[in-house]
């Protein structure tokens, strides 16, 4: 089937794009997506119509976020037999160092309290070692997902190729936070390992909400992977993250 790698149209495919986001992180499930994509009131509301639900509020909160930072790009993989979207990756092409005045992120989705304090911990803890790694202009791979139906037949393989040749043509080396999942694709591609890092959020004073989201998360860990300019190891250490 022809799968062909196309840029996302802000107007109309996030309702599409968050869908398919969400069957991909699904299968298997992966704890730390509720980090950032939460089904809320799943006690109060019918499961599905909850999901329903995180999925409409995601796709509403991808387009704002695209609109609010201009430094990041969707790319979708249509299968142009039937128009699904086979895959999704959202970049982060970072024209200047990004540490340098760090935009807040508010974790709007998240009720102020202890949840939210959980992940803006969370949060913190994942993007440090890139802060120490990548004080520079860089391409980040922020989110990478391929549907279950179509795994193995190229989809992450044509955003790789896109993330690489658009890398060396800015002249930027290349970052990325990886999954277990996401590993394989990567090491395929090159890429070498920085760290591991160990996800555990941590306070003085855990609520009920704070502790709920530790059951529902859990300590968990992303590699962060790195392939400098032209793929070109030689003459280049491998950058600190500590
Ligand atoms: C990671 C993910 C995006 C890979 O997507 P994909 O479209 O299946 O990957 P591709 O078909 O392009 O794979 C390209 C190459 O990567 C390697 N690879 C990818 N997935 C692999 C796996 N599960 N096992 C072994 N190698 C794998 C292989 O070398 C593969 O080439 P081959 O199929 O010719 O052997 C997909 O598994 C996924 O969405 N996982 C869930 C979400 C997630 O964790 N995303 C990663 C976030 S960092």
């Given at each position: 089937?022809?799968?062909?790698?196309?840029a996302?149209?802000?107007?109309?495919?996030?309702?599409?794009?968050?869908?398919?986001?969400?069957?991909?992180?699904e299968a298997?499930?992966?704890?730390?997506?509720?980090?950032?994509?939460?089904?809320?009131?799943?006690?109060?509301?019918?499961?599905?119509?909850?999901?329903?639900?995180?999925?409409?509020?995601?796709a509403?909160?991808?387009?704002l976020?695209?609109?609010?930072?201009?430094?990041?790009?969707?790319?979708?993989?249509?299968?142009?037999?039937?128009?699904?979207?086979?895959?999704?990756?959202?970049?982060?092409?970072?024209?200047?160092?990004?540490?340098?005045?760090?935009?807040?992120?508010?974790?709007?989705?998240?009720?102020?309290?202890?949840?939210?304090?959980?992940?803006?911990?969370a949060?913190?803890?994942?993007?440090?070692?890139?802060?120490?790694a990548?004080?520079?202009?860089?391409?980040?791979?922020?989110?990478?997902?391929t549907?279950?139906?179509?795994?193995?037949?190229?989809?992450?393989?044509?955003?790789?190729?896109?993330?690489?040749?658009?890398?060396?043509?800015?002249?930027?080396?290349?970052?990325?936070?990886?999954?277990?999942?996401?590993?394989?694709?990567?090491?395929?591609?090159?890429?070498?390992?920085?760290?591991?890092n160990?996800?555990?959020p941590?306070?003085?004073?855990?609520?009920?909400?704070?502790?709920?989201?530790?059951?529902?998360?859990?300590?968990?860990?992303?590699?962060?992977?790195?392939?400098?300019?032209?793929?070109?190891?030689?003459?280049?250490?491998?950058?600190?993250?500590?």
């Amino acid at each position: 089937m022809p799968l062909e790698l196309q840029a996302v149209d802000p107007k109309a495919d996030f309702p599409a794009v968050a869908r398919c986001l969400f069957e991909s992180y699904e299968a298997p499930p992966q704890p730390f997506f509720h980090i950032f994509f939460p089904i809320h009131n799943t006690t109060t509301n019918n499961p599905q119509n909850a999901r329903e639900a995180a999925i409409a509020e995601a796709a509403a909160r991808l387009k704002l976020w695209q609109e609010h930072d201009k430094s990041m790009y969707w790319q979708k993989v249509v299968d142009t037999e039937t128009g699904r979207i086979a895959g999704g990756a959202l970049w982060n092409i970072h024209e200047a160092n990004p540490f340098a005045n760090p935009a807040q992120l508010e974790v709007s989705w998240f009720p102020e309290g202890g949840a939210r304090r959980f992940v803006e911990k969370a949060l913190e803890n994942h993007v440090r070692p890139r802060a120490r790694a990548a004080p520079k202009p860089h391409l980040y791979l922020f989110i990478i997902f391929t549907h279950p139906d179509y795994r193995r037949q190229g989809v992450g393989q044509q955003f790789m190729d896109w993330g690489m040749k658009k890398a060396d043509a800015m002249g930027f080396d290349f970052f990325l936070d990886s999954t277990p999942y996401g590993q394989p694709l990567y090491e395929a591609n090159g890429f070498r390992y920085i760290e591991e890092n160990l996800n555990v959020p941590v306070t003085d004073k855990p609520d009920e909400k704070w502790k709920e989201m530790e059951d529902k998360v859990g300590p968990f860990t992303f590699w962060l992977m790195w392939r400098p300019v032209n793929g070109v190891y030689e003459g280049r250490e491998t950058p600190k993250s500590t």
